[in-house]
Nanobody, 123 residues
Framework: QVQLVESGGGLVQAGGSLSVSCAAS????????MGWFRQAPGKEREFVAA????????YYSDSVKGRFTIARDNAKNAVYLQMNSLKPDDTAVYYC????????????????WGQGTQVTVSS
């Protein structure tokens, strides 16, 4: 069955860095765009970053552009999110998601979701 398993979350001080990973299985990974979304307490889930199935095109929300980097390794069926210059506002549960073929910024477009990993940035 389809599985997306996030890892690498944790607690970091403001200004620090953290990398989260997502391991995929149960579908043809290199035919799917991958996205990262996040949800803070009391807020709606929001788009963070996405990457095309081949890895050649990336998309970022304005709030993370220049600080976060999304990457994928199709040989390992994995997608990564490197987060630098973290701010307390980045505190959220981070989810990876898969969408067949084309990446979008809309959570409703994604077919599969992981369970999420908590990222907490202290001030």
């Amino acid at each position: 069955q389809v599985q997306l398993v996030e890892s690498g979350g944790g607690l970091v001080q403001a200004g620090g860095s953290l990398s989260v990973s997502c391991a995929a299985s149960g579908f043809t990974f290199d035919s799917y765009a991958m996205g990262w979304f996040r949800q803070a307490p009391g807020k709606e889930r929001e788009f963070v970053a996405a990457i095309s199935w081949g890895g050649g095109t990336t998309y970022y929300s304005d709030s993370v552009k220049g600080r976060f980097t999304i990457a994928r390794d199709n040989a390992k069926n994995a997608v990564y999110l490197q987060m630098n210059s973290l701010k307390p506002d980045d505190t959220a549960v981070y989810y990876c998601a898969a969408r067949r073929l084309l990446a979008t910024k809309l959570s409703r477009d994604y077919d599969y979701w992981g369970q999420g990993t908590q990222v907490t940035v202290s001030s």
